[in-house]
């Protein structure tokens, strides 16, 4: 299966970077089946690359997939952007974009219930990531190539 990376530089060989802010599905390298949504990603800061890679999954590995927008994903979310850790190798599903990463930081603040989260969420386009959370989960990944976009 073919899946993406969106970058300001060639990525041939991934990692897991830590950064500030936890993000949806924590600290991981996050790619995507959606090879318009790594366009959107490599091109947040001007021009940049779409890192193609091949992925071949591994049933040693422990993947947690959400096949949609769901209660337990919306709290595995809200978990994972709190700080909290989880064991899995890879995490794979929706991905709460910035409009839906408001909504979710609205109900994490209590400022709207779980159902206003869900009637807002509900009509945003559909999206994909697949996050490789450890090492492990990175020899999945093989390179094949990089190139470059523009805004």
Known sequence: MQIFHGSTQIVAKPEIRISRFNKDFYFGFYCTSIENQSIRWATRFGSGFVNIYEY??????????????????????????????HNYDIVEGPMADDSI?????????????????????KFKCPTHQICFNTEKSLTTLAFVSARPVHD
């Open 56 to 85: 071949k999954e591994d049933d040693r590995l422990k993947v947690l997939r959400f096949n949609e927008m769901t209660d337990e994903w919306l709290d595995f979310i809200v978990a994972c952007r709190s700080g909290n850790p």
């Open 101 to 121: 990463f408001n909504y979710v930081q609205s109900f994490i603040d209590g400022q709207i219930t779980r159902e206003a989260f869900w009637n807002l969420a």
